[in-house]
């Protein structure tokens, strides 16, 4: 890792994600974005935190063409109380039918790594909402590091809050 990011995650660490949301948005708007999924409690906190920060930032979430209705309406939803239109990311190159029960890897590259390292070209930064409570790999998440695969910052605000502490706040916003 880059020995400034070292640094400034080690100062971040214990920051609430609000703080780090700050920062990073000073330190890379507009060249800043915010991937998500619209599957989680992490990224309606994030879209909360952010728009409140700064509207500068880009808002990016993947269609991978099999998202329930209800990830629609919650879009939509969205776009209406914080006035943001994400952008929409696709596939190029659309996977054979039920590539996923065969080569998941392949599938997910295609669906979603792909169409988001185009879309990440033009940034300095990244936030994502992981959370080491996730489990597996993320438990040892950054809270700011490199990311190897896309070539920029990758900044996770979340990174040492529990799922229960992100619910508390997405209800009293």
């Keep these: ?3 400034a990011l070292l640094k400034r995650a080690l100062e971040l660490e214990s920051s609430p994600p609000q703080d780090v949301v700050a920062w990073a948005v000073r330190e890379y708007a507009p060249r800043l974005a915010f991937a998500c999924s619209f599957g989680s409690v992490s990224d309606m906190m994030l879209f909360d935190l952010i728009a409140r920060s700064n509207r500068s930032v880009a808002f990016l979430y993947i269609d991978t063409e099999v998202l329930f209705p209800e990830t629609y309406d919650l879009i939509a939803r969205v776009r209406e109380r914080y006035g943001i239109t994400p952008q929409t990311l ?17 599938c997910c590259h295609l669906r979603k790594v792909a169409p988001l390292k185009e879309a990440l070209a033009g940034y300095q930064g990244w936030i994502t909402g992981l959370r080491r409570d996730q489990g597996g790999g993320r438990r040892h998440t950054p809270i700011v590091g490199w990311d190897d695969v896309f070539g920029l910052v990758k900044v996770n605000p979340m990174a040492n809050m529990t799922e229960d502490e992100a619910w508390a706040y997405v209800r009293e916003h």
């Design 90 to 106: 696709k596939f190029r190159q659309r996977p054979p039918d039920e590539l996923w029960l065969t080569q998941p890897d392949d």
């Design 1 to 3: 890792m880059h020995e």
